[in-house]
């Protein structure tokens, strides 16, 4: 241990800031400005939170004239109401398996809610019913597509809420952040199950059992996300069979009503085809989805900057470890972190 810190310490000796130094700054300057809720008139307030929602300094590809027209509406609705402008970010809920942080939220995550939170703070800062950023996640289907045993779904929902609690006491008090899994949208995972099972064989039927053909993209985020069983070993085509239970899965989640509405504004890390999302990444340099990748500082000039690798950049990079102790943030993926030479 006394010569792995030697090692490091010579390495950060041409770095400035400790990079426990630097997380701990960023969380401290989460909500550094003085709130301002004047404004002249709601037209102008209702502008300028678009103008903050869409800015470019966050978001990573171009919006469609469709997508701000429903961010103008929703923006509207909400201001109307003077209730907080609502933004749904979709995402699975998991760390993948191949990760050696899995099961748990690791620094991808925080990097990525520090990334959020500044996203939106200027919001805050001039509308004071503020901005409820609502996580909207799959769950029940993950062991179903993923074979993810249910207790690691459940282990990632518990530390990202543990997360989301430790980052809440640095962000602006306007600001919520929640996590609802779809399965809580249903009386009981039998339910869900079965409604599953009817989508599918209705699909099936519409498509006279054909399966869906796929692109190479397609074929290696099923490979990527899959922990393949024996079954699927002897069948040549389970990636399409996986591939259809996904597409029943997101008719069932398109019907449940809850982020396809107007007053709600979707955001993800890349352009999905539904065009519906604002595709802001996951860091001001990283668009590699969080539940899918670890997190790792890269040193810059006299400071550092919060990346996003996947397990191929991760197995080609050349990192260091560092121990961390960052107060009241627990959790065994938070006691180290990765730092590229």
Known sequence: MIVYNKIIS???????????????????????????????????????????????????????????????????????????????????????WRLEESPCVDWAEFFSLLYYTDWVKGICKIYKPGVWFDFFVDDLIVPKLDNIPMNDVEKYIESYNQLINFIKFYQPKNLKMTITPVGSKFKSAEEFEDILKQKLNELNRKSNNQLPKLTDSQRAMIELNVKLNQTQKKDPTWQEKIWQLHNAYLEIKKSLGYHFRPEKILAFTQPLPSGSTISVGTTKSSIMKFWIGAGVLKPRDTSYQEVIFSPSQLKSADFQWLDMKIKGLNGENFEKIRILK
């Open 10 to 96: 010579k390495f950060l000796n041409n770095y400035s800031m400790e990079p426990q130094t630097f997380i701990e700054e960023r969380l401290n300057n989460l909500n550094s400005s003085e709130h301002t809720f004047e404004q002249e008139n709601a037209t102008n307030l209702e502008a300028e939170i678009l103008r903050l929602l869409l800015f470019k300094k966050f978001r990573k590809y171009s919006a469609s004239e469709e997508l701000i027209n429903h961010c103008k509406k929703a923006i509207s609705i909400q201001v109307s109401d003077n209730k907080p402008i609502n933004i749904t970010f979709l995402h699975g809920a998991y760390k993948l």
